[in-house]
Structures are given as structure tokens and as C-alpha cells.
């Protein structure tokens, strides 16, 4: 029996990172629920037992139900019957194996019936399930929804939705449409209010997710005459009204596995989440941030499937009379593309660490005041997940590409057939630097983080983490002078008080600020485990000259140059 | 209308004869239990999740687990208990030690009656360490049931009776038996669904009172969470008679072991001739190779 828990020893070792005993703490509330639940834990300890025992079984799943039958979730993808899905009878497998075992509304609180599980372990399992199968994936991280309602909706609505969310309900987030999609403040959907108060969804969503979920979220125009983000609020849809009808369902390039939807929604009554006009600008905010950081374990899940992949097949495959690993060119890709994997795993993690923090604390604060610590704490883990959350989506889903292509480019002409699982996963790969916000949408939302100095200040943080790591004095050395070289950049970048000429620069930027702290992040969890310096140190060396091309690109440019770019 | 059943599930821990090594076996020809790891017999996690997919229909079904084993097949309890199973009930005694499988079935089937007032009996078709599947139709025998045997899905139950189909050597035969009633589940069947992650954070302590004592674990918690204590049963716990049981009800003995090494003998040289063609065309045909 396989499983992607046990066999992946990386994972233990985020799960246990010591700034979980604070987080589950808080999470817990001092471990009230332990005398009313007789599956809640009574400390830490005992916690972190029952989240390493959960990560063990939903590992098994990934391993055996859901990575064996991804290549005919890929083949058949799914279908309409009276206008409605029809899932495939491999995706239905991996829903149920998953439901049986109570992995939807993992995040939920007890009770609803959820298993009240942080950020970090709930991204665990989705790293894992997309490690199984990158297209399946999005079938089952949609449970973020959940999420949404958690903390926009009125107890009424979460007392009806919540448990069934938690006993398997299928979740949707309804925003595209053909002509809102970056830009949402164009959705045209209309919400309409009857008399008695009834909302009604009339509309076309487009690239909807598994659109015909039993649950669904809907963002509608529900002001009339408006035009922006302003005029939009969300609605929750049940399936069960039956007036909603599935168009189409998309030929996609990658992630067969979950189901694109075209949805007409004819005098669909709806239900409010939350205050009218606030739709777009707070909870589909909040749905997307969520959505990022799951597209960030679905990069980090499917870039391990193929390093493995390649690793495998460069073990097996013999050329010139041996093994190919044994050439240069070969194990020099696998060791960067190792450093890498395991880079954007530290990423994600610290950005679950500080998203569960600053939810937490925010949950916390609606019971009851908190002390001058806990809104300090409050401030800058908020800060902290706000920067981190968009850097981790831009970085994850490109590296997640660029290892996908690289695994297929060890594969050799193989990898270009069907008959390696590598191909499904370059195509599966391609959707994460789209979709939940573009990559260049991602450089806009992280931007913020350079010119105010946010990414800076956690850079100085991480170099006083090291200060007495006299073994890691050569790559802390390096990494102060990249540091600096950073900040000039963004000086550079900055001087000329051009926010078009900022714009174009703000990927560089970004970029070298990613590089800095994936560097950082990798030497700390050396300080935790030895076996992560060498990958550090092949990390360190990537980014030390990706940072002087970008820096050189950036100090060789000025605003006139634009004019040359307009075509 | 029923809302729910009893089940007995039979459950054997069992070496892993997959991944056999060459310590496998002892001089005298019995296997030798501490070289392989021990799991949960395949065919009785079948036979398991056909009783759960009952409780799935029929949720105020009990499903309780009954081991015949070492002290430590606690696992295999603690493992149906993590996938659904209400509770169990581990039958373990010095006196049942090398039992064949007419004491192993006696012994079951005291222990079937001693549990009493059930509806159905399910067990996996065989063990994969003696290979014999003669334990639940022989306990079916000594409960005075009738018996399904090679069921591999269970198509309609209901108040009165049990349809079931059987996977055989040569088709499928669908039957209906009334209740109580023994069922034998085969490999074919639906494989069984993992752990439950609520179930797992629930009984991860769960422990026999030999466990409890040996891991010096905290007294009170058992008291406390009485659902925790997993039931052990020696031999006089479900009135064993010992000239039944352990070697001396046990008919079977070891008579040799042989070591067999399969060789590939019949190899046949054939040429590119049209008559070799079709030789051995005819041949992979007639084997069912081909077609």
C-alpha cells in the first residue's frame, strides 16, 4: 500500500514546524471542544497525533484511489445528462473514497460536523490529492467555499449549509463570465428581489468550476444601474432548485479531471451571504486569497508528481550504456528542480502558518477582546499572509510549469507520448498560472509588498533567525548583498515615480524579493533538519544569478523605454 | 421497516504472504509469524466493507468485530474500528494456541453465540496464510446457519431476508437467505473504503486491558471513555470445552514440508515455418493466451 504522507518525509516535517503549537493552541481555544467532542484533542500533543494520523490516511487515499485512477479521470473527463453533470465513474470514486473518510470541511468548525483542522494540515492533503491527480484536485479543494460562508454568512444559512458541507456537499465558486474575468467588476449576472424579499439569480457564468455543485456561491449584480464592484453581492444557490442549467461543459487543455462549466441560471432563487453590495469587495476577496493558497499546494502537489516522475525515469532509462541520472546535464536539471519542489513546499507552508494565524486571530476577535499582544500579533501575521499569500501563487504555479517541462524534457521523446503520465501533468500544470488571478495579477497584488517594505522587513527577520548559524556564514553573506542589491532595485524602480514604469519593472522585482525568501526559508529548515542545506545551497545559487539578471534588467531601464513596448 | 442489523465480522490478522522472505517458514514446516509483517486478512476488509455498505443503507446497524488471534491482532480491531465498525471484541487465549481450523471454527462459533442475537455473520472467503476457507463454513456448520459462501455483493436486504450474488469458477449465481445468516465475501468484492479521519481521532487510543496495562496508559481516561476499552475473551468466556480446542482438538498435524521450486520445463523450439506458426498460434489459443 502506497501513500503520499509516509512516503514524502517533507511533509512531516512543515507539520511540525514549532509555530504549530501556537496556532493549534489558538485554533483549539485551549482545547475547549475536548469535553464536548469526542474526537477533539485535549493538547497539543495529542493534536498534532491526530493530524499526523489524519495526513497518514488521506496520504493512503492519494495514493490508492486517487493517483491510480487519474488517468482515466483525465481520459473521460465528464459530461452533461438533462442539463446537468455527470461526473466520470473514476472522479465519483475519488469524491466518495474522500467523503467516507471525512476529508470535506476539514477546516469546519466541530459543529458543523467539520474536523476544525488549520490551514496547514487542509493544504497538506490537497498537496497530496494533487499530487495524485492535479485535475481532481479542484473538484475537492472547492470545499474553500465553505470557508466563505464560515465567515460571511448569517447563522441561519450556515446552521443549513455548513453540515451538509462537511458530509460531502460539493462546493462552487460562480464569478467568471465571458465578459468578467480578471475583471470582475464587469459581472452582469442579475440578482433580482421580489416583494416578499426572495432573491432570484437571472444570467450566464462562464469557466465555472464544477459549476453544477450541490452548493454554490454566486456573485451577482443585485444593484440595478450600477456598473463596478460596488453594485455586486453574493449569493448562495442549492442545487436542489433545480434552475440552473449546465450549457456546455469546457474542452480544456489540462485538469480533465474537474469539470468547466458554462451555467444558466433562469429565476434561480438565491439566498443573500452576508450585506448586500459587499460581494465582490470583501468575500470574493477573501474566497480568492483562500483560492491562491490552494492553487499553491495544487503547484506544489503536481510539480512533486513530476520531479518524481523524472527522477524515476532517469533512473531506468540507460543511454550511452548507462543510467542517464549518471550524465551532468541530467542530474543537474533533477537538483534544481529538487531545490526548487522543495523551496515553494517552504513557501506555501510559511504562508499557511501565517494565514491560519491572522484568520484565527480574527476569528477569535469577533468572541472576544483581544490583549495588546494578540492585536499586535494580529497586525503582522495579517500583514505577513496578505504579502506572502499572492508571492506564493505567482511563484508556485510558474515553478510548478517549469518543472512539469522539465520532467517531460528528461522523459525525452517518451515523455512527448501518451504513455507517461508526465504529458497529463504538463497539461494539468498549465491552468495554475491563470487561474484564481493571473500570474501578472499576482505581481500587482505583491507589489505593494516591495515598495512598503514588508517583504524587506521579514528578509531582516530571517537573517536575525540565522545569526547564530556560524555554518551558514557564506550564505548569509550572499544573501545580505542580494538584500541590498534587491533594495536598490526597487529604489531604481521606484525613482522615477512612474507607476506605468513601475508596473513593468514590478515583476523583476517580485521576483528577486521571492528568490531572497525561498533562500531564507530553505536555510532555516536547515537549522531544523541538515538534510535541507544542500538543497539550500543549489537553491542559493539559482537565485544569486537569477537575481543579478533580473537586478541588471532593472538598472539598465528607464521610463522612455515603454514607448518601445507599445506595439 | 428494519431500521438496522447485527453484524458479526470475522477478522484475521495474518502474516503478509505477498512479500514473503526466506525466513518465512520454520524448520518444522509451520510459518514463522515474527519474519512477516502482520495485516488485516484482504478478504475480510471485503467482507467488512460489505457490512458497512449495509450500515450505509441501514444506519442503526452494529457492527461488531470478532478476532481470533495474538494479543496483538488488537490492530486488526483497531483497524475496522478506524473504517467504521462499532466495536470488537478480541478472542485470545493460550489454550486456543494451535488450533486447525475445525477448533479455530469451534471456538468462533462459541464466541458468535456468547456476543448472541445477530443477523448476519461475515467474513472475508479465506485467510491468506493457510488458504483453506473452511473457518466460516465450518463455524456456519457449528451454528446450525445457513451459509453464502464467495458472495460478492450484496443486491437486496430487507427485514425478511438477504440477496446476494456469488462470484463462481465459471458465472454468477444470485441467492436469498433468510436471517441469521453466515456470508462468506470474496477478493472480487468492492475493496474496503479507508479510515474515517473523525473515527481515527476518536479511537486512536483505543486499547485492550492487556495493551493498557502494558503501555502504563492513563486509567482514568478508560473509565471516562468507556468506548475506548476494546472487550478480551479468554476461552473459558465463551464456555470452551479444552479437549475441543488448542492441539488437542485440532485433528491436523504437519506431515512433511517439501520445497518446491518452479522451473520452466516445457520450453519448445520453434522455427519461422508456417506449420510452427501455426502450432503455436493453436497452441496460445487452446491455453486462452489469445482470444
Redesign the interface.
Same mark, same amino acid.
Given at each position: 500500500m502506497a501513500n503520499f504522507y509516509n512516503d514524502n518525509e517533507d511533509l512531516k516535517f512543515h507539520l511540525n514546524h514549532p509555530l504549530m503549537k501556537r496556532i493549534i493552541e489558538l485554533r483549539e481555544r485551549n482545547y475547549s471542544d475536548y469535553e464536548k467532542y469526542?474526537? +477533539?484533542?485535549k493538547n497539543y500533543e495529542d493534536a498534532i497525533?491526530?493530524y499526523e494520523?489524519?495526513m497518514e &490516511? +488521506?496520504g493512503?487515499?492519494c495514493a490508492?484511489?486517487i493517483a491510480p485512477n487519474a488517468e482515466q479521470n483525465d481520459l473521460q473527463g465528464h459530461s452533461i445528462e438533462n442539463d446537468h453533470l455527470k461526473y466520470n465513474p473514476y472522479a465519483a470514486e475519488d469524491y466518495e +473514497?474522500l467523503r467516507? +473518510?471525512?476529508?470535506w470541511g476539514?477546516t469546519m468548525e466541530r459543529k458543523y460536523g467539520g &474536523?476544525n483542522f488549520g490551514n496547514v494540515p487542509y493544504i497538506m492533503v490537497g498537496e497530496m490529492v494533487s499530487r495524485g491527480d492535479g485535475g481532481f484536485a479542484n473538484f475537492w479543494g472547492l470545499q474553500d467555499c465553505a470557508e466563505t460562508l464560515a465567515e460571511f454568512a448569517s447563522d441561519e444559512l450556515k446552521d443549513e449549509y455548513l453540515p451538509k458541507a462537511c458530509n460531502g456537499a460539493t462546493l462552487s465558486m460562480v464569478l467568471t463570465e465571458p465578459d468578467a474575468g480578471s475583471d470582475l467588476q464587469s459581472v452582469q449576472l442579475k440578482a433580482r428581489q421580489d416583494e416578499n424579499g426572495q432573491w432570484y439569480l437571472n444570467g450566464v457564468k462562464r469557466f465555472i468550476t464544477n459549476g453544477d455543485a450541490d452548493i454554490q456561491l454566486v456573485l451577482a449584480r443585485s444593484e440595478e444601474g450600477t456598473t463596478d464592484g460596488r453594485g455586486l453581492s453574493l449569493f448562495v444557490y442549492d442545487k436542489d432548485k433545480n434552475c440552473e442549467v449546465v450549457r456546455r461543459v469546457e474542452n480544456k487543455l489540462g485538469i480533465h479531471g474537474s469539470p468547466t462549466c458554462e451555467m444558466v441560471y433562469k429565476d434561480a432563487p438565491a439566498r443573500l451571504v452576508g450585506d448586500r453590495k459587499m460581494g465582490l469587495i470583501k468575500y470574493v476577496m477573501s474566497l480568492m486569497y483562500g483560492a491562491r493558497l490552494g492553487v499553491g499546494g495544487q503547484s506544489v502537489g503536481i510539480a512533486e508528481a513530476a520531479y518524481r516522475e523524472a527522477y524515476k525515469y532517469a533512473q531506468e532509462r540507460e543511454q550511452f550504456k548507462k543510467p542517464i541520472i549518471k550524465f551532468p546535464a541530467v542530474y543537474q536539471l533533477l537538483g534544481n528542480m529538487n531545490a526548487k519542489v522543495k523551496g515553494m513546499r517552504s513557501l506555501l507552508y510559511e504562508t499557511a502558518r501565517f494565514v491560519d494565524m491572522s484568520k484565527i486571530l480574527q476569528e477569535i476577535q469577533k468572541e472576544r477582546t483581544l490583549t495588546p499582544e494578540e492585536r499586535k500579533e494580529l497586525k503582522y501575521y495579517k500583514k505577513m499572509a496578505d504579502a506572502y499569500t499572492p508571492l506564493l501563487k505567482l511563484f508556485s504555479s510558474e515553478w510548478c510549469n517549469q518543472i512539469t517541462y522539465d520532467s517531460l524534457q528528461i522523459h525525452g521523446g517518451s515523455g512527448f507520448m501518451k504513455d507517461f503520465p508526465i504529458e497529463r501533468m504538463v497539461r494539468d500544470a498549465r491552468i495554475t498560472t491563470i487561474y484564481e488571478g493571473t500570474s501578472q495579477l499576482q505581481v500587482v497584488a505583491s507589489i505593494k509588498a516591495v515598495t512598503t517594505g514588508v517583504f524587506a522587513e521579514k528578509m531582516a527577520e530571517y537573517d536575525a533567525v540565522l545569526a547564530d548559524a556560524t555554518n551558514l556564514a557564506d550564505q548569509k553573506a550572499k544573501l545580505l548583498a542580494m538584500t541590498e542589491e534587491y533594495k536598490k532595485a526597487v529604489e531604481l524602480a521606484t525613482a522615477p515615480k512612474d507607476q506605468d514604469y513601475l508596473d513593468f519593472q514590478a515583476r523583476a522585482l517580485v521576483e528577486m524579493a521571492g528568490n531572497i525568501i525561498i533562500s531564507y526559508l530553505l536555510l532555516t529548515d536547515s537549522l531544523r533538519d541538515a538534510k535541507f542545506l544542500p538543497v539550500a545551497n543549489n537553491f542559493l545559487k539559482l537565485a544569486y544569478a537569477d537575481n543579478k539578471q533580473r537586478f541588471e534588467y532593472v538598472a539598465n531601464g528607464k521610463p522612455e523605454d515603454l514607448e518601445g513596448y507599445r506595439l | 421497516m428494519k431500521k438496522g442489523f447485527k453484524i458479526i465480522v470475522l477478522a484475521k490478522q495474518v502474516p503478509d504472504t505477498h512479500n514473503v522472505g526466506k525466513d518465512a517458514m520454520k524448520e518444522d514446516g509451520t510459518m514463522n509469524r515474527a519474519a512477516l509483517p502482520a495485516i488485516f486478512n484482504p478478504e475480510d476488509l471485503n467482507a467488512l466493507e460489505q457490512a458497512l455498505r449495509i450500515k450505509d443503507q441501514f444506519p442503526e446497524t452494529t457492527i461488531t468485530v470478532l478476532s481470533m488471534g495474538l494479543p496483538k491482532a488488537a490492530d486488526v480491531i483497531r483497524e475496522a474500528i478506524?473504517r467504521g465498525a462499532d466495536n470488537g471484541i478480541l478472542l485470545t487465549d493460550r489454550k486456543l494456541g494451535g488450533s486447525d481450523t475445525l477448533a479455530t471454527s469451534y471456538a468462533i462459533a462459541q464466541a458468535i453465540k456468547t456476543i448472541g442475537n445477530y443477523d448476519i455473520v461475515m467474513c472475508g472467503r479465506q485467510a491468506i496464510d493457510g488458504d483453506t476457507a473452511q473457518v466460516g463454513p465450518q463455524a456456519a456448520e457449528k451454528l446450525e446457519i445457513p451459509q453464502v459462501t464467495y458472495a460478492e455483493e450484496i443486491v437486496d436486504i430487507n427485514e425478511k431476508d438477504i440477496t446476494i450474488r456469488r462470484r463462481l469458477e465459471h458465472g454468477v449465481e444470485t441467492v436469498n437467505a433468510p436471517f441469521p445468516v453466515l456470508v462468506t465475501v470474496t477478493g472480487s468484492a468492492a475493496p474496503c !473504503?479507508? !479510515?474515517?479521519?473523525? !473515527?481515527?481521532?476518536?479511537f486512536?487510543n483505543a486499547m485492550t486491558a492487556m495493551e493498557i496495562e502494558a503501555a502504563n496508559a492513563d486509567k482514568a481516561l478508560y473509565e471516562a !471513555?468507556p468506548?475506548l476499552n476494546i472487550t478480551t475473551w479468554g476461552a473459558d468466556d465463551v464456555n470452551i470445552d479444552p479437549a475441543r480446542t488448542g492441539k488437542a482438538g485440532s485433528p491436523t498435524f504437519v506431515k512433511e514440508i517439501q520445497s518446491v521450486v518452479l522451473t520452466a520445463k516445457e520450453s519448445k523450439k520453434l522455427t519461422g515455418s508456417d506449420a510452427d506458426i501455426n502450432e503455436f498460434v493453436k497452441d496460445i489459443i487452446d491455453n486462452h493466451i489469445l482470444g
Amino acid at each position: 500500500m502506497a501513500n503520499f504522507y509516509n512516503d514524502n518525509e517533507d511533509l512531516k516535517f512543515h507539520l511540525n514546524h514549532p509555530l504549530m503549537k501556537r496556532i493549534i493552541e489558538l485554533r483549539e481555544r485551549n482545547y475547549s471542544d475536548y469535553e464536548k467532542y469526542d474526537y +477533539a484533542p485535549k493538547n497539543y500533543e495529542d493534536a498534532i497525533d491526530s493530524y499526523e494520523k489524519v495526513m497518514e &490516511l +488521506a496520504g493512503e487515499i492519494c495514493a490508492d484511489v486517487i493517483a491510480p485512477n487519474a488517468e482515466q479521470n483525465d481520459l473521460q473527463g465528464h459530461s452533461i445528462e438533462n442539463d446537468h453533470l455527470k461526473y466520470n465513474p473514476y472522479a465519483a470514486e475519488d469524491y466518495e +473514497a474522500l467523503r467516507k +473518510a471525512s476529508c470535506w470541511g476539514m477546516t469546519m468548525e466541530r459543529k458543523y460536523g467539520g &474536523l476544525n483542522f488549520g490551514n496547514v494540515p487542509y493544504i497538506m492533503v490537497g498537496e497530496m490529492v494533487s499530487r495524485g491527480d492535479g485535475g481532481f484536485a479542484n473538484f475537492w479543494g472547492l470545499q474553500d467555499c465553505a470557508e466563505t460562508l464560515a465567515e460571511f454568512a448569517s447563522d441561519e444559512l450556515k446552521d443549513e449549509y455548513l453540515p451538509k458541507a462537511c458530509n460531502g456537499a460539493t462546493l462552487s465558486m460562480v464569478l467568471t463570465e465571458p465578459d468578467a474575468g480578471s475583471d470582475l467588476q464587469s459581472v452582469q449576472l442579475k440578482a433580482r428581489q421580489d416583494e416578499n424579499g426572495q432573491w432570484y439569480l437571472n444570467g450566464v457564468k462562464r469557466f465555472i468550476t464544477n459549476g453544477d455543485a450541490d452548493i454554490q456561491l454566486v456573485l451577482a449584480r443585485s444593484e440595478e444601474g450600477t456598473t463596478d464592484g460596488r453594485g455586486l453581492s453574493l449569493f448562495v444557490y442549492d442545487k436542489d432548485k433545480n434552475c440552473e442549467v449546465v450549457r456546455r461543459v469546457e474542452n480544456k487543455l489540462g485538469i480533465h479531471g474537474s469539470p468547466t462549466c458554462e451555467m444558466v441560471y433562469k429565476d434561480a432563487p438565491a439566498r443573500l451571504v452576508g450585506d448586500r453590495k459587499m460581494g465582490l469587495i470583501k468575500y470574493v476577496m477573501s474566497l480568492m486569497y483562500g483560492a491562491r493558497l490552494g492553487v499553491g499546494g495544487q503547484s506544489v502537489g503536481i510539480a512533486e508528481a513530476a520531479y518524481r516522475e523524472a527522477y524515476k525515469y532517469a533512473q531506468e532509462r540507460e543511454q550511452f550504456k548507462k543510467p542517464i541520472i549518471k550524465f551532468p546535464a541530467v542530474y543537474q536539471l533533477l537538483g534544481n528542480m529538487n531545490a526548487k519542489v522543495k523551496g515553494m513546499r517552504s513557501l506555501l507552508y510559511e504562508t499557511a502558518r501565517f494565514v491560519d494565524m491572522s484568520k484565527i486571530l480574527q476569528e477569535i476577535q469577533k468572541e472576544r477582546t483581544l490583549t495588546p499582544e494578540e492585536r499586535k500579533e494580529l497586525k503582522y501575521y495579517k500583514k505577513m499572509a496578505d504579502a506572502y499569500t499572492p508571492l506564493l501563487k505567482l511563484f508556485s504555479s510558474e515553478w510548478c510549469n517549469q518543472i512539469t517541462y522539465d520532467s517531460l524534457q528528461i522523459h525525452g521523446g517518451s515523455g512527448f507520448m501518451k504513455d507517461f503520465p508526465i504529458e497529463r501533468m504538463v497539461r494539468d500544470a498549465r491552468i495554475t498560472t491563470i487561474y484564481e488571478g493571473t500570474s501578472q495579477l499576482q505581481v500587482v497584488a505583491s507589489i505593494k509588498a516591495v515598495t512598503t517594505g514588508v517583504f524587506a522587513e521579514k528578509m531582516a527577520e530571517y537573517d536575525a533567525v540565522l545569526a547564530d548559524a556560524t555554518n551558514l556564514a557564506d550564505q548569509k553573506a550572499k544573501l545580505l548583498a542580494m538584500t541590498e542589491e534587491y533594495k536598490k532595485a526597487v529604489e531604481l524602480a521606484t525613482a522615477p515615480k512612474d507607476q506605468d514604469y513601475l508596473d513593468f519593472q514590478a515583476r523583476a522585482l517580485v521576483e528577486m524579493a521571492g528568490n531572497i525568501i525561498i533562500s531564507y526559508l530553505l536555510l532555516t529548515d536547515s537549522l531544523r533538519d541538515a538534510k535541507f542545506l544542500p538543497v539550500a545551497n543549489n537553491f542559493l545559487k539559482l537565485a544569486y544569478a537569477d537575481n543579478k539578471q533580473r537586478f541588471e534588467y532593472v538598472a539598465n531601464g528607464k521610463p522612455e523605454d515603454l514607448e518601445g513596448y507599445r506595439l | 421497516m428494519k431500521k438496522g442489523f447485527k453484524i458479526i465480522v470475522l477478522a484475521k490478522q495474518v502474516p503478509d504472504t505477498h512479500n514473503v522472505g526466506k525466513d518465512a517458514m520454520k524448520e518444522d514446516g509451520t510459518m514463522n509469524r515474527a519474519a512477516l509483517p502482520a495485516i488485516f486478512n484482504p478478504e475480510d476488509l471485503n467482507a467488512l466493507e460489505q457490512a458497512l455498505r449495509i450500515k450505509d443503507q441501514f444506519p442503526e446497524t452494529t457492527i461488531t468485530v470478532l478476532s481470533m488471534g495474538l494479543p496483538k491482532a488488537a490492530d486488526v480491531i483497531r483497524e475496522a474500528i478506524f473504517r467504521g465498525a462499532d466495536n470488537g471484541i478480541l478472542l485470545t487465549d493460550r489454550k486456543l494456541g494451535g488450533s486447525d481450523t475445525l477448533a479455530t471454527s469451534y471456538a468462533i462459533a462459541q464466541a458468535i453465540k456468547t456476543i448472541g442475537n445477530y443477523d448476519i455473520v461475515m467474513c472475508g472467503r479465506q485467510a491468506i496464510d493457510g488458504d483453506t476457507a473452511q473457518v466460516g463454513p465450518q463455524a456456519a456448520e457449528k451454528l446450525e446457519i445457513p451459509q453464502v459462501t464467495y458472495a460478492e455483493e450484496i443486491v437486496d436486504i430487507n427485514e425478511k431476508d438477504i440477496t446476494i450474488r456469488r462470484r463462481l469458477e465459471h458465472g454468477v449465481e444470485t441467492v436469498n437467505a433468510p436471517f441469521p445468516v453466515l456470508v462468506t465475501v470474496t477478493g472480487s468484492a468492492a475493496p474496503c !473504503r479507508s !479510515r474515517n479521519a473523525k !473515527r481515527v481521532m476518536k479511537f486512536k487510543n483505543a486499547m485492550t486491558a492487556m495493551e493498557i496495562e502494558a503501555a502504563n496508559a492513563d486509567k482514568a481516561l478508560y473509565e471516562a !471513555r468507556p468506548y475506548l476499552n476494546i472487550t478480551t475473551w479468554g476461552a473459558d468466556d465463551v464456555n470452551i470445552d479444552p479437549a475441543r480446542t488448542g492441539k488437542a482438538g485440532s485433528p491436523t498435524f504437519v506431515k512433511e514440508i517439501q520445497s518446491v521450486v518452479l522451473t520452466a520445463k516445457e520450453s519448445k523450439k520453434l522455427t519461422g515455418s508456417d506449420a510452427d506458426i501455426n502450432e503455436f498460434v493453436k497452441d496460445i489459443i487452446d491455453n486462452h493466451i489469445l482470444g
